[in-house]
Structure formats: structure tokens, C-alpha cells
């Protein structure tokens, strides 16, 4: 018996897959091919990225050009190569500021999307900047939303918000 084993540069390469986020600049999903170009944020550079028609579809089809941003994830096309294409549908989203108004008041400026509510606790997942911030609110305010997020409505948090130490969430100042 005879073993050999191969080593190389090249041999046993393989595709790299990154995460990606920043400022969706350009998109097209009717043409032949398919794409979007972003801002990214680390270099400030823009990339492009390559997806099948009914994924753009889908992510960026009746999307109005206002500044989005995106995040998802990209693979190369070959081991070597610099052509990106999507894996799985991106995520499209507004940039939202949080402020906090005064230090020693219990009372906070959110403003982001909602991406989930549990009616049971409370607890709600929104976006800021592209990160994910938790708040807990009055369960039937979160049982709203929960029921606007399953059916496939884009929710919003806005306003001013005060810590109620006895009931131990946020209410809408």
C-alpha cells in the first residue's frame, strides 16, 4: 500500500464566505445580471454583490430608492475569484438613532424597527444602526406589533419612552 498526499497552495482551497453590511448605493434585479452595490463601511469602498433574479426580486423588487442599508452574507464564486454572490436573501433596512435626553431621567428617545415582539414578556427586538436593541414594553403594545409582524408589515418604534419601576418596562411618555 501506498499513500501520497498532495499539498499545495491551490489544492484544498476553497470558497470563502463573508458577512456583509452597509449602504445599499445601486440595485438591479431586472437585468441580466442581477445585482446590488454597497458601501462598505470598513474601507468606505463599493462592492457588488450578485444574486439570482427572484432572490432580488424578492429582497429589493418594490423597494423605493430611499437610503437603505443591507446585511447578509456572500460567497465567492470560485476559491481565486473576486465576484460575490449572495447566499440566502439580504436583509434591507433604515438606519434609526437612539438618544438618551437626560442622564438622571428614566425617560429614552427610541426611534428603529421592530423586528420582534413577544407578547408574553414584553420584549421587543428592534434595529438601530444596523444592531440589534432590546426593550421591554406593555404586552398589549408588543402583542400589536407581534400581530403587524406576522403579517409581514414593516413596524416602527418612535418616541419617547419612560422606565416604570413598578411595572418594570418602558411606557410611552
Known amino acids: 500500500m501506498l499513500f501520497v498526499l498532495f499539498s499545495g497552495e491551490a489544492f484544498g482551497r476553497e470558497r470563502k464566505i463573508i458577512r456583509f453590511s452597509g449602504e445599499l448605493v445601486h440595485w438591479d434585479t431586472k437585468g441580466p445580471e442581477p445585482q446590488f452595490r454597497f458601501i462598505d463601511p470598513t474601507n468606505l469602498r463599493e462592492k457588488t454583490i450578485y444574486c439570482d433574479a427572484d432572490t432580488m426580486q424578492l429582497a429589493l423588487g418594490n423597494q423605493s430608492f430611499e437610503k437603505h442599508n443591507i446585511e447578509g452574507k456572500a460567497t465567492q464564486l470560485n476559491p481565486t475569484s473576486d465576484i460575490w454572490l449572495c447566499l ?8 434609526f438613532q437612539v438618544s438618551i435626553s437626560t442622564p438622571g431621567s428614566q425617560l429614552k428617545r427610541i426611534q428603529g424597527q421592530v423586528i420582534e415582539a413577544d407578547p408574553n414578556t414584553g420584549q421587543i427586538v428592534y434595529l438601530v444602526r444596523g444592531k440589534r436593541s432590546y426593550l421591554t414594553i406593555a404586552p398589549e403594545l ?12 414593516t413596524v416602527e418604534i418612535n418616541g419617547d419612552y419612560r422606565y416604570d419601576r413598578i ?3 418602558y411606557i410611552k411618555d
Open 167 to 169: 411595572k418594570r418596562y
Open 142 to 153: 408588543a402583542q400589536e406589533m407581534a400581530e403587524s409582524l406576522s403579517q409581514m408589515q
Open 88 to 95: 440566502g436573501k439580504p436583509h434591507i433596512f433604515q438606519k
